[in-house]
Structures are given as C-alpha cells and as structure tokens.
C-alpha cells in the first residue's frame, strides 16, 4: 500500500517570529520556502495561524477571515495564502500552528462562560495569569464550537492539517458548569471531587473524566478537520511518560486514533538536577511504541535564552536520538537568533536534515527489532500510591556536612498527598532509570504501553521488563504469565503488578509466588548512606559470590517462595556511617524462578530508581548482568566494548536491520559542548543473515563475520551518529 506524505519520513520546523508578524510582509517568500527545502532539509513546516504570545492572542489569526479577528501589522497581508504556493514549489507541507490555549482577559470577558474555573468559581487564568497575563479556556464550554469553526477556516485554505497547541485541562480545574453537567451525565454525580484528593474515591473518576473530554476534544476537532479535507492531518502536544500525566489528563494511547502524529516535546533544559543525556531517545521509544508516525518536540534554544540556538552538540544529540528511536524531527528556529548567531543554528540541523533526507529509505516504514521491552504503564502513572508505610520515613539526603549526617526526622509522611508525590517520584526515576540502565547496557529495548501486552506488539518480544509496573489488570497479569510459561523472560521490580488497573492493591497470592514471593512483609525504611546487598547463588555474572554492593535506595522485604532461588541478599542495616557491619538480613533483592519454559527475575526494589538516583556502576552492570541472566544461553541482542555512553538502538524495515549508533560521550558535562569521538568499537549482533553492513554516515561498507546467527565486526570511528544497515 502506497503510504500517505504524513507516514514517511517528516522533518518539521518552525520558524519564529515572536510576535512580531508584519516581518512576514518584508520577507521574500520564495527565498523563505527554498531556505527551508535547500538549507534547512525539512518537508513541513509550521506556519503560526493564530498568535501565540503576549497578552494572549490566541483569538487573533494571521489569514483573512470574515469572522475572526487579524493580528496587529498584518494589514491585508494573509501569511497562510501568501506563503502556501511557495511551499508547494518545494514540496513542503503546510500545517499551520493554532494556539487553542493562551486568550487575553479583555477577549475572556466578551465571552463569558468560556474560561477554565477553579473549584471556588475564579477563573484559572484570573489567579494563574499565563505567561505573566491571560486566561485560557475550558474544552467543555461553548469555545469549542468557536475553536472548531477557527480550525475549518484554516484547513479550508488548502493546507496539508494542524497542530493544535492546548487545549490543556489546567490543575486545580475545570469546575465549570459545563464540565458540571457533563461529568453528572457521564456518571451521575452532582458532586466534584477536589483535584487531586486521593483520599476521595471519586478523584479518580474525575481525573478519567478530565482525560476523556481531552481525547473527545481530539476526536470531534478531527471529524471537523476531515469534514472540510478528508487528507488534511491534525496532532497535539500529547505527553509523554510522567506521573504529571494524571494533571492534566495525558493519555497517548486515548488520544492515538484522533490524531494522525503521537508527539510531545523534550526541550533542553540547563538544570542542577541530574539530566539523562537519553532523553530524547527515551521519549522517541515511548511515542514510537505506538500505532502513529511519532515526532520528538526538540526546542531549538539555549534553555530559556530564546536568542541564542541550542548548541551544536546537544542539537545533535537531541535529533540523532529522536530518529533512532523511529521518530520525526521537529524543530523550532528562532529568527531573532538568525541574526547574529546563524551559523550556530545552522550548524547541527541543516548536516542532520540534510543526512536524513537523503537516506529517507532507512527512516522508513520502520519497527523496532529489540527484544527487550519495558512496560511504561500509564495507569501506574496515574494512580500508583505504594502501600507500604516505611517508604514514607524521612531519612534525609544522607549528605556529611561539618561531621553530622543529614539523617531527616524519622517521621512517616502521613498525608495521602505526601504518599502519592513520594510514590510518583519512585515511579519518574524507576522509568527512565531502567530506559537508561538498558541503554547503558546496550541492551536495544522497546517500550510498551498498558494495551499493548493484549496486542501483537508482544511479539518477537524475548525479555519483559516490569520497572515497578504496579498497577497491572488480572487480564495483563495472565497474559505476562502466559509470556512466561511460553519460553519468554520476565524481570519485575519492586511491587510490579501489586495493584490492580485502578491503583487498589491486592493480595494477588498467586501473581506473587509467580515472581517468586512467599509473603511480603514490609518495606526497609530508605537509605542513601552505608546500606549493602550480597551477591550469593554464583549466578550473577560479573561479580563473585560474597561482593557486596550499595543497597537501593528503596526495598522490599519479601520472604521467597519454595524453589525460588536467591542471587542477591539485603544486609541489615546499619543506617549510620562509621559502624561495623551487620550481617545478612534473611530478606533476598533478586529471586530467580523457573516458570514453565521460561523464567521470573524478581528484584525486591525498584533497582532503576536507584540507577537515576545515584548512577553508581555496581547498579548498572547489575542491570546488565539481570538482562544477561534472563536472556539465557542466547545472551545479550547486541555485545559491544563501546561505553555506556554510546546508545545502540535497533530497527528494522524492507532494508534490512538497522542499527542506530548514538555517541553521548561528551566533555563531562551538560550542555555537551564536544564530542569525544570513540574508536574500533567491536560489536557482535544476533541479527540472522546477513548479506553487507554499509555504514551511512561513514560512506563505506563493514566488513564482518558470521557465527551461529552473530554478525561480528568492528566500526574504526564513530563521531556523533552513525546508521549500519544490515542488508538481508
Ligand atoms: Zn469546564
């Protein structure tokens, strides 16, 4: 079946102005529309249709309309229509931007009724001014039908679709009273809950109530897309992997089949926290798991400095990682940045655009071919609250200053809210921890979404990971047991699947002697100073029985099933510096269990929080070792002495296999300024057949070895990106 524009390959760009729109009138377009074909590489580009800036002119267009207000400065000029022919000359799509969130006060006031309430009756916007000042508006409210007669106007000028930005469903909202008399007719209560009371049952509802009018909003805005053009495309900013998702009611598998790109941004950001260099590649796995042609939001600044484009590496970076991951490119570009900075913009985006455009066949049509894959659950995202009150102690950071020790309090947090934050950030940390853990272990992995284990998606699958995916249904508990039994490999962490769909937990007797747990008895209170785990059982590769290693930061204490063996003990702890230590605790932190044809690594923490928290080695190359182990006698896809800086990420189209090669090795920090390019990296790949291996960036075909269905070879250099294909 020939695919559609919009299922090929997509480099997106957005060019900015903002604000400053009549700088469309002195531009000459053609020259515009070939910069964008023949310097920046793209095939679609966003062009603004409505405002989005200061005080909120997301009511104002930039095209002519006989119902909606023009922008300051524009005068006759419609930037859509004038600039739409030109695009075409180059064969560049046309999706124009619709702000569908940010409206001025004075706007709000000549349409009463249509903001965005808190539970006490103010306006969201009144008491949060957006951006500094305005208001935005409820999906729910008669601005619907406003928005939905905006967005016909738009498609009606003969553009290729649009990209809405909002509308979002903000926090503490929307009590308004069409969402009243909708939420009443969907389940028949009068009553709201307050947001985010996790101690009122019908919290819950609410939030599925918050998320569903989100996904109804995109329906309904693609029936009257495709009402006017049945081709045009329509996607939103959907999110990604984030307990935030519950706020503002995300949900990328509700929102797939009314849209046609799954996206969400990954902007860089300068930080003090600790900053994966994957990020970009782990939210391209997450919205690429899906059903749609995927786009990682890449912002094209120096954080919040929007004068100055992000550098060339980190741009790098971000764009490398997001193609890897079988997602589009998009980029926003600054023009103010242009003027005294353009070769810095240009440097990284226009080689990338340019590499991928001509190698389009290998961005194609693509699936991942890992044979790893982690559950990122989003019901787990929306409602996991651990049950067990030790995790709860503060124990403080564990710093030393002036001879003391930051040990906390003591006190358990008692407050439900005080639980669910503390449990969401067990949850943020054990996602991309274990995406990263994986990464670093060169282990190609797949991500899947809760619906998935009911789906095809499962096959080829060889190893399931479950980092603390807690709240699982029975269905998908007798499907990964099913998984199992077949011959597949299960690693679960911490309490994955102790709770049902909704967050409830369970006794779930026989899920838990299928991990290999007797009975769980607690939890160790956290500990971030002097705590160990012993290896024991000879089976964890890479480390002698008797090591000890620094203890996760959370952990279970489960007593094991029979027949279930332990590979790693918890110590007792010690909980001070400076004492001796206490000996073996008679709680295990990795249980293995042979399950029909296929076997459980149980690892009694979330093992991946403690990746992200700390970054210690030991708990990586325990990663490693419980992949290896779980991988059997088949060992690891992908074998490599490359660090753990260079991500290795497989896929696989028409072409053959293709094996993505990203090099995160920097100059130590963030931003990445310079890459240290790595060389002779061996690797030995399971990847069937094979006929030649061509190096894409490098030009030059690879020689190789076969044995047993490995492919072994060797790359002299690898810089920032490289893209093997694996011809069958
Ligand atoms: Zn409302």
Not at 131 to 156: H, K, M
Not at 474 to 494: H, N, W
Not at 545 to 570: C, H, M, Q, W
Request: glycine share 8%.
């Amino acid at each position: 079946m020939e695919l559609k524009w919009w299922q090929k390959p997509v480099r997106m760009m957005r060019r900015d102005f903002l604000g400053d729109f009549s700088r469309y009138k002195d531009l000459d377009l053609e020259t515009f529309a070939r910069e964008a074909k023949h310097r920046w590489h793209i095939n679609c580009e966003w062009i603004m249709a409505t405002p989005g800036c200061a005080p909120g002119l997301a009511y104002m267009t930039t095209f002519n309309s006989a119902e909606f207000e023009k922008a300051p400065g524009l005068g006759d000029f419609d930037i859509l229509r004038e600039y739409l022919p030109h695009a075409r000359k180059h064969g560049i799509r046309v999706v124009p931007y619709i702000n569908a969130h940010w409206y001025s006060y004075e706007f709000a006031e000549s349409h009463p009724g249509w903001e965005q309430l808190l539970e006490d009756g103010t306006s969201y916007g009144r008491k949060h001014p957006l951006y500094g000042g305005g208001t935005t508006f409820c999906l729910n409210s008669p601005w619907r039908d406003w928005i939905f007669r905006l967005i016909r106007e738009v498609i009606a000028i003969g553009v290729d679709g649009c990209f809405l930005d909002g509308p979002s469903i903000c926090p503490n909202a929307c009590y308004c009273e069409h969402c009243r008399r909708l939420y009443e007719k969907a389940t028949g209560q009068k009553r709201l809950p307050k947001y985010m009371d996790w101690a009122d049952p019908d919290w819950k509802r609410f939030a599925q109530f918050r998320r569903d009018s989100r996904a109804n909003f995109i329906r309904d805005a693609r029936t009257e897309v495709e009402s006017v053009n049945p081709d045009a495309v329509i996607f939103l900013n959907g999110g990604g992997f984030s307990s935030a998702n519950i706020g503002g009611g995300g949900d990328v598998y509700k929102f797939q089949e009314h849209q046609h790109f799954t996206g969400a941004e990954e902007f860089y950001h300068v930080s003090e926290e600790y900053r994966s260099p994957f990020r970009s590649l782990n939210l391209g796995r997450f919205l690429s798991a899906g059903d749609n042609p995927s786009v990682v939001f890449t912002h094209h600044t120096m954080s919040a400095w929007h004068y100055i484009p992000l550098c060339k590496s980190e741009m790098q970076l971000a764009l490398s990682e997001t193609v890897a991951s079988g997602a589009n490119v998009w980029f926003a570009i600054f023009e103010e940045a242009m003027k005294h900075r353009a070769e810095e913009a240009y440097a990284a985006t226009e080689k990338m655009c340019e590499f991928l455009e001509k190698h389009e066949q290998f961005y194609t049509d693509t699936e991942s071919a890992a044979e790893t894959a982690a559950l990122l659950s989003n019901s787990t995202l929306y409602y996991y609250i651990s049950a067990q009150n030790a995790l709860y102690k503060d124990v403080g950071s564990g710093k030393e200053e002036n001879l003391t020790v930051d040990m906390g309090t003591g006190k358990e947090a008692e407050h439900i809210a005080e639980r669910r934050s503390t449990s969401a950030a067990i949850l943020d940390r054990e996602y991309s921890g274990c995406l990263d853990a994986l990464t670093r272990s060169h282990v190609p992995v797949k991500v899947l979404w809760d619906e998935h284990l009911m789906e095809e998606k499962l096959k080829g699958v060889k190893i399931l990971v479950l980092p603390n995916t807690a709240c699982l249904s029975q269905k998908q508990l007798t499907r990964i047991e099913q998984f199992v039994t077949d011959g597949g490999s299960l690693i679960a962490t911490f309490e994955s699947g102790f709770y049902d769909e909704l967050g409830d937990a369970r006794r779930r007797a026989r899920w838990k002697k299928f991990l290999g747990i007797a009975k769980v008895e607690g939890a160790f209170a956290p500990s971030a100073v002097e705590d160990y785990m012993a290896i024991t059982g000879g089976k964890i590769d890479g480390f002698r029985d008797g090591t000890i290693l620094p203890r996760t930061y959370n952990a279970l204490k489960v007593k094991p099933a029979a027949g279930s063996e332990t590979l790693i003990r918890f110590m007792n702890p010690i909980g001070k510096s400076y004492l001796p230590m206490a000996g073996d605790s008679p709680y295990p932190a990795v249980l293995l269990s042979r399950r029909g044809k296929g076997r459980v690594v149980y690892v009694a923490a979330p093992l991946f929080e403690s990746v992200h928290r700390f970054g210690l080695e030991d708990h990586l190359r325990l990663a490693q070792s419980l992949v290896r182990l779980a991988s059997g006698r088949r060992g690891l896809q992908v074998q490599t002495d490359g660090p753990g800086s260079l991500a290795v990420e497989m896929r696989k189209n028409a072409k053959g296999v293709l094996l993505h090669l990203v090099n995160a090795t920097g100059d130590m920090k963030r931003p990445i300024e310079k890459f240290v390019a790595l060389h002779n990296v061996s690797f030995s790949v399971r990847a069937g057949r094979i006929k030649r291996i061509r190096a894409l960036v490098a030009g030059k075909n690879v020689r190789f070895k076969t044995d047993k269905g490995r492919v072994a070879f060797s790359i002299p250099r690898i810089d920032d990106y490289e893209v093997l294909v694996l011809e069958r």
